[in-house]
C-alpha cells in the first residue's frame, strides 16, 4: 500500500505518497486530486460495511434489484473431510474452462487431473455451450474416462462462474452475462439445460447433477480441508463472495427453516448507483463504454479485468493535459484494455532507483515514446493508489460479511479465497489483514482468522457438492 496506513483515516496520507518533489505542480495538483478520488479511508470503509449490511438484510428477505442478491444455493450440507470417491467437474471462468476429475482422498487431502482450456472469443460471443462440450469430450478421451459400471453417464459438478438465479441444486438461470460475455438467447435460461443440450448433440456421457458458483466451489474446497471454513471469496478476473447463513435468517426462503445453507452473495453488483463507493470519472469513463454499463460497479472497481483499464484511462488524463510523455501515447495504449492488470503488478513492485521494470512496460510492451523517471513515477503512483483502492474495498466487504454473523468471530475462522488478484496481486493478502484488524479487531485477526489460498478450489468444490447430491440420490433410490 506504498507508504499508506493500513489503519488509516487521515486523507492527507493517501495524497502525500503520491507527490513527486520534482514534478511541475501541476502534475502534482492532478495526482493529488486524482488520489482523493480514489481514497477509501476508514471512514469511508465504515459506511461501506453499514450500507453492505443493509443491502444483505434487504436481499435475504425478498428479491430487490437495488440489493445484493443473496441468491440462496441449495447447498447445505457441509463437507467433513472424510469423504471418498472420484468426480467429474467443470469449471466455467471468464478466462478459462478448466475440466477435472478430482478424487477425494478421505483424509481432508484430494488428487487433480485438470485440463484448462482458453476460452475463445468465438465462445465468448457465441458458441459457447457447444464449446464447453468439445472440450469435456478431448478431456474423456485423452484421459480414457468412461461412466461407473452399470451407469451410462458420468455424474459431474458444475462451476458456473457468472450470475445465476437457482431453482434447484442442479438448476439455474443465467440472471446476466458480465467479464466480456455476451452469448445470446441465454439470459434467462437454465444453463444446465443449454449445456446438457450441447452435451447430447456431441455424444458426450455425462450428467451435470450440481451447479455451484465459483464462491461456492472455493467455499467447499477450503471446508473440506479446514472445517471452520464460513466464506469463499473470488479475488479474481470478477469477485464475489458465499458464506453459511443460518436459514432462519432467509426471509425468501420457502423450503425447511433448519439448519444453515451457502449464500451467494453476488457481491459485484454492491452499490451500482455508486452511493457509497469512491467512483471517478476514469470508473465512468469504463462504466459507460462497457458492455453492462451500470451494472457490476463494485466489480469493475476491484477486479483484475478492470483494474488496468481504469488506470489506463487515468493515465491517458494525465497524457491528455500534456503532464506526461510529453503529451504523447501509443497506437497500443490508446485501445481499450490494453493496459493489463498483470502490468499493474509488475510497475507496483518496481523498486529499481530508475524504475527499470515500468520503463520496459511502457517503453517496451506498449510502445510510448521515451519515457523520463518522472513520467515513470506518475504511473506507478497512479498504479498504486488504484490497487490500494482495489485492496481496501475487498476488505471491506469481506469485513463486512463477517461482521454480519457476530457470534462466528468468537471462534476461528477460515475464509478460502482463489484468484489472480489475490494470488499475484503484490502484498494483496498482507494488505487484506493489515485492513482487517481495524474493522475486526486485533485480536481476532492476529489469533483467530485465517486466509487460505483454495487454489483451483472451484472445480474440486463442484466435485464435492456432485458427490453429495450423488450420493443422496443413491440412499432415495
Known amino acids: 500500500m506504498d507508504n499508506i496506513s493500513a489503519g488509516s483515516n487521515d486523507i492527507d496520507s493517501f495524497v502525500k505518497p503520491y507527490l513527486i518533489p520534482e514534478a511541475s505542480a501541476e502534475l502534482n495538483m492532478n495526482l493529488e486530486s486524482m488520489a482523493r478520488g480514489f481514497a477509501v479511508t476508514d471512514d469511508r470503509i465504515r459506511i461501506i460495511i453499514k450500507e453492505f449490511h443493509k443491502s444483505m438484510k434487504v436481499g435475504l428477505e425478498h428479491d430487490n434489484k437495488d440489493a445484493l442478491p443473496m441468491i440462496p444455493t441449495f447447498v447445505n450440507r457441509r463437507p467433513t473431510g472424510k469423504e471418498t470417491g472420484s468426480f467429474l467437474a467443470l469449471d466455467l471462468g471468464g478466462t478459462n474452462l478448466r475440466v477435472c476429475q478430482v478424487s477425494l482422498n478421505g483424509d481432508t487431502t484430494y488428487q487433480l487431473l485438470q485440463q484448462k482450456f482458453t476460452i475463445t472469443p468465438e465462445a465468448k460471443e457465441s458458441r459457447l455451450w457447444d464449446f464447453v462440450a468439445e472440450c469435456v469430450a478431448v478431456f474423456l478421451e485423452e484421459h480414457d474416462l468412461h461412466p461407473p459400471q452399470g451407469r451410462r453417464v458420468i455424474p459431474c459438478g458444475y462451476t458456473f462462474s457468472f450470475p445465476i438465479f437457482q431453482t434447484g441444486i442442479s438448476t439455474g438461470n443465467l440472471s446476466m452475462w458480465n467479464k466480456g460475455f455476451s452469448v445470446p438467447n441465454s439470459v434467462g435460461r437454465d444453463v444446465v439445460n443449454l449445456t446438457q443440450s450441447a452435451f447430447q448433440r456431441h455424444h458426450v456421457p455425462v450428467e451435470i447433477v450440481a451447479v ?108 491528455d493535459q500534456r503532464l506526461i510523455f510529453c503529451g504523447r501515447s501509443s497506437e497500443i495504449l490508446n485501445k481499450s484494455y490494453t493496459f493489463d492488470t498483470a502490468y499493474m503488478s509488475e510497475i507496483v513492485s518496481d523498486d529499481s532507483s530508475d524504475l ?46 463477517l461482521l454480519s454473523r457476530p457470534e462466528l468471530l468468537k471462534s476461528s475462522v477460515s475464509v478460502g479465497i482463489d484468484g489472480s488478484m489475490y494470488q499475484f496481486y503484490p502484498d494483496f493478502e498482507k494488505n487484506l489483514y493489515d485492513v482487517s484488524r481495524t474493522f475486526l479487531g486485533k485480536d481476532f485477526v492476529d489469533n483467530r482468522l485465517a486466509l487460505r489460498l483454495a487454489k483451483d478450489g472451484s472445480g474440486v468444490g463442484a466435485a464435492i457438492v456432485a458427490m453429495t447430491v450423488d450420493n443422496d440420490r443413491k440412499h432415495v433410490a
Open 356 to 401: 527499470s521494470a515500468t520503463k520496459t512496460v511502457l517503453e517496451s510492451t506498449l510502445d510510448l515514446p521515451p519515457t523520463t523517471l518522472t513520467d515513470r513515477k506518475a504511473v506507478k503512483n497512479v498504479c498504486n493508489m488504484i490497487g490500494t483502492r482495489s485492496v481496501r474495498l475487498s476488505a471491506a466487504a469481506m469485513c463486512a460479511v
Open 212 to 319: 455451484v458458483n465459483d464462491t461456492v466451489g472455493t467455499l467447499m474446497t477450503s471446508a473440506y480441508s479446514f472445517p471452520d471454513t464460513q466464506m469463499g471469496i473470488i479475488f479474481g478476473t470478477g469477485t464475489n463472495a458465499a458464506y453459511w447463513e443460518r436459514l432462519d435468517n432467509i426471509g425468501k426462503w420457502a423450503g425447511d427453516r433448519h439448519g444453515e445453507m451457502v449464500v451467494n452473495l453476488e457481491w459485484g453488483a454492491f452499490d451500482n448507483t455508486a452511493l457509497v463507493l469512491p467512483y471517478t470519472m476514469h470508473d465512468n469513463k469504463l462504466n459507460r463504454k462497457s458492455s453492462n454499463h451500470g451494472l457490476q460497479v463494485y466489480e469493475k472497481m476491484i477486479s483484475g479485468l478492470f483494474l488496468g483499464e481504469v488506470t489506463r484511462n487515468a493515465i491517458l488524463a494525465l497524457v
